[in-house]
Every structure is written in C-alpha cells, then in structure tokens.
C-alpha cells in the first residue's frame, strides 16, 4: 500500500536543543497532518496543513507543506522534556476521501 | 463528552472468539475512522463512515472484519473468529464535517489481545 518514509526513526537530543523530522512521500498529498502520540494514548493533533507551501507554527513548533506536496518537515525549538513521544505525519491523497495515510513514527527522548 | 471515546480500553480474547469494540465520536461529528496500530507502527487505516453510510472499507484486512454506524453516531468494529496477528491497538478517530479537510480527532483506543 502507500507508504510515508518519516525520519528520523528515533532521536536522543539534550534539554534545549532543536529537533527537525521530516516525511516524505510517493504519492501527492492535499493535507498533512503532523500528530505526537504517548503510550498508552491516542495520537494528539499538532498541526495541520492544507495548500503546498505553507509554514505553519503552534508554538516552539514549526511545520512545513513541501512545493512538491510530497514532503513536509516538523521542527521543535528549545525541546524540553515534556516533548518526549513519538511523532506522527500523516497525509491524505487527493480524491481518495479522508483516510490518512501515516508514517512510521519519530521516537523523541529528551535528557534533562 | 468532550473527546472520541473507546470501550473496552484493553481487550483480552482467545483465538477463534469474535470480539466487538465501541467508539463514541465527538457529538455532532459527521465523519468516523476506525485505524488498526500494531506495535511500533504508525496507525493503518481500516473503514471509513460518513453519518451511517460506510464510504470506505478498502483497509479492512479480512472479511472476519465488519463495522458498522446505523444511526450514523456511535459505531461498532467486530472482529469474528479472531486470530493471533488481530492483536494490535484499534484506534477510532471523527472529524466534524463531510469536508474531508477537517482534522481527524483520535480516540486513545481499545488494546486488542488475543492468546
């Protein structure tokens, strides 16, 4: 089926440092959706992002809708640790409802 | 209330035996997923309901699956004669319009076992 590659798999960063994940994909994306999950929970909604271009932040967080509508980027400033989880992008293909397809998931640890 | 909400939070089944788990959207969401997360995994989409009529069934694994929505708000995943690789954490998530633009809202989902 379709796959969104997101890297990278896992990340052990220092308290404060800044944090960059991206996904990209095969197919073209008309939204992408940039989700942080914690065990035993849902995935949370971070971002969303629906025209090719677009920057979007919600605090220390910053994510981008790549020109190409095949990637798309998701930045995390001055991490600290409640940050620890693991993030989500997701996407959803023109024409095909509203079924999103997600990526393997980044791993963040955080070290005080 | 005020999220997606899923019953049974942990389920915990010997193989062969059929199972059903229950979501209950965010009131007045018009929109219902239902995605299967196995460990370690990003969430794989399963079925897709706008009000009670089921749109989608493509990511269903097996004809053992069935959901169903029938008076287009709570909905029931079943899962018949269920089989070791059906373990996994079933996720429901809802969104407010037929607008398939409006973000998803996931609930924390029902963690399936089965022995």
């Known amino acids: ?112 | 209330g005020a999220g997606v909400s899923q019953s049974p939070r942990y389920k915990v089944a010997k193989r062969g035996q059929d199972v059903a788990l229950r979501c209950d959207p965010i009131s007045g969401h018009v929109s219902l997923f239902w995605y299967q997360q196995a460990l370690g995994q990003g969430p794989e989409f399963l079925t897709y309901f706008q009000n009670e009529a089921q749109l989608d069934k493509s990511g269903l694994p097996s004809d053992r699956f069935f959901a169903e929505r029938p008076e287009g708000s709570v909905s029931t995943l079943k899962i018949q004669r269920t089989q070791q690789e059906d373990s996994a954490v079933y996720l429901c998530a809802s969104s407010l319009k037929r607008d398939t633009a409006q973000p998803q809202h996931f609930g924390d989902g029902t963690r399936l076992s089965i022995l």
């Open chain 1, 1 to 112: 089926g379709q796959q969104l590659n997101q890297s990278p798999q896992s990340m052990f960063i220092q308290e404060g440092e800044d944090v960059s994940m991206n996904c990209t994909s095969s197919s073209i994306f008309n939204t992408w959706l940039w989700y942080k999950q914690e065990p035993g929970e849902g995935p949370v909604l971070l971002i969303a992002l629906y025209k090719a271009g677009e920057l979007t932040s919600n605090g220390r967080l910053t994510a981008q809708f790549g020109i190409t509508r095949k990637d798309s980027f998701l930045n995390i400033s001055a991490s600290i640790p409640s940050d620890v989880g693991i993030y989500f992008c997701a996407g959803k293909i023109y024409n095909q409802g509203g079924k999103l397809i997600f990526g393997q998931g980044t791993e963040l640890s955080v070290k005080p």
